[in-house]
C-alpha cells in the first residue's frame, strides 16, 4: 500500500535561512512524488515533482526537492524562507499500481519569521 | 479563465439531510477526483472518475455518492449515513495520462458545516 510520511507538524525558521521540510515514502515499484502548498481556505497549488532523471527537482518560487531512493524520501527545501512562504505544504505520492490514486501526508505547516 | 469552480464555499447540513457539492471544470481534464481534509490528517481520497461514467471509491467513501455524466461536472453528495461530515472538501482534476506523472489541479474548496 501507498503511504506518505511527514514528521514534522511545524517547521519554524527565520526569514533569509534555509528551510527543510521532510517526508518520507512507501510505495510499490517507481513513485512519482509532489509537493503542494496551502494557503489558508484555498485549494492545493503545485509546487514540484519528481517522475524519474535528475534526483534534484527545482519547481516554483525558489522552491526545490531532492529524491532519494535509499532512503525513500523526497524533501522539499529552500535556501532562504520569505515571510511569504509561510503555508501549508503537503508532500504526495503516486504508485504505477492501484488505479493511480494520489495520496497525500498530514502536512507540515512552515513558519517564517521576520 | 480555466480552473476548477467548487460551489458553494460555505455550506450547513441539517441532521438527516443530503447536500451537494459542486465540482466544475474547463481544463477538458478526464480524471477529477474528491478529498476530505481534516485538520492533522491530510487529504483522504473520497471519490475517483478517470473518464465519463466511470468512478471508484477510494479510501473514505462510505457516507457518500457520486456521479460523472458530463466531462466537466463530478458532484459529490454527502448523505446522512456520513455521521461526521464537518470538514473542508477538495475537488481536482487531472490532465494527461497519471502514468506520466501529471499534476493535479485543484479547486479552492467548499467548508461543510452541520448545524
Known amino acids: 500500500a501507498q503511504s506518505v510520511a511527514q514528521p514534522e507538524d511545524q517547521v519554524n525558521v527565520a526569514e533569509g535561512n534555509p528551510l527543510t521540510v521532510k517526508c518520507t515514502y512507501s510505495v510499490s515499484g517507481n513513485p512519482y512524488l509532489f509537493w503542494y502548498v496551502q494557503y489558508p481556505n484555498r485549494g492545493l497549488q503545485f509546487l514540484l515533482k519528481?517522475?524519474?532523471?535528475?534526483?534534484l527537482v527545482k519547481g516554483s518560487y525558489g522552491f526545490e526537492a531532492e529524491f532519494n531512493k535509499s532512503q525513500t524520501s523526497f524533501h522539499l527545501k529552500k535556501p532562504s524562507a520569505l515571510v511569504s512562504d509561510s503555508a501549508l505544504y503537503f508532500c504526495?505520492?503516486?504508485?504505477?499500481?492501484?488505479?493511480?490514486?494520489?495520496?497525500f501526508g498530514a502536512g507540515t505547516r512552515l513558519f517564517v519569521k521576520a | 479563465d480555466g480552473g476548477i469552480t467548487q460551489s458553494p464555499k460555505y455550506l450547513f447540513r441539517k441532521e438527516g439531510q443530503n447536500v451537494t457539492l459542486s465540482c466544475e471544470q474547463n481544463l477538458n481534464h478526464d480524471a477529477m477526483y474528491w478529498y476530505r481534509q481534516d485538520p492533522g490528517q491530510g487529504l483522504r481520497l473520497i471519490y475517483y472518475?478517470?473518464?465519463?461514467?466511470?468512478?471508484q471509491k477510494g479510501d473514505i467513501a462510505e457516507g457518500y455518492s457520486v456521479s460523472r455524466e458530463k466531462k466537466e461536472s463530478f458532484p459529490l453528495t454527502v448523505t446522512s449515513a456520513q455521521k461526521n461530515p464537518t470538514a473542508f472538501y477538495l475537488c481536482?482534476?487531472?490532465?494527461?495520462?497519471?502514468?506520466?506523472?501529471?499534476?493535479?489541479?485543484f479547486g479552492s474548496g467548499t467548508q461543510l458545516s452541520v448545524l
Open positions: 519528481y517522475i524519474t532523471g535528475d534526483n
Open positions: 472518475s478517470q473518464i465519463v461514467n466511470d468512478f
Open positions: 481536482a482534476s487531472r490532465s494527461g495520462q497519471a502514468a506520466r506523472g501529471e499534476k493535479l489541479f
Open positions: 504526495a505520492v503516486r504508485g504505477n499500481t492501484g488505479g493511480f490514486k494520489t495520496i
